[in-house]
């Protein structure tokens, strides 16, 4: 079982914000808040800001480990690595089609995101994946 670590200020793998996170089972350390959690068992950051998308952002991560724990799909995102998206709306529009659209894994748990513990955001993110480019 992952660990599940909240924080009020969430960082992705590359340093940048996020809304949450999932940590693959390994030797290491993560430092989250100044804090280090052992990733032995996988790690899910689940950010505080928007206490209604808190559901929300753990199924999405307990997706992944679902994932990963079951070899039914490798991991095939390239990671959330825009830094203008934190700022500007065009730009995270633009970057949310991308990322859920190039990668099966992510484009899965948006949708059982979506069925398991529905939020606005996730509904948005989904309707941008499905316009036309």
């Known amino acids: 079982m992952p660990l599940v670590v909240f924080s009020p200020q969430p ?32 790690i899910l950051l689940v950010g505080t800001a928007w206490p ?18 079951t070899g039914r799909m490798p991991y095939d995102g390239v990671g959330w690595n825009d830094p203008l998206a934190a700022t500007d709306w065009d730009a995270w529009e633009a970057a949310t089609r991308r990322y859920f659209r190039g990668s099966r894994c992510e484009l899965d748990a948006l949708a059982f995101e979506l ?14 994946v499905r316009q036309r480019a």
């Open 115 to 128: 069925q398991v513990a529905p939020s606005d955001v996730a509904d948005l993110r989904m309707s941008l």
């Open 11 to 42: 960082a992705n793998t590359s340093g940048l914000p996020c809304s949450g996170a999932y940590y693959r089972p390994g030797r290491y350390e993560v430092a989250i808040d100044g804090q280090f959690h052992d990733g032995r068992f996988g």
């Open 52 to 69: 209604d998308e808190i559901p929300s952002i753990i199924a999405h991560e307990w997706r992944h480990h679902w994932q990963l724990s």
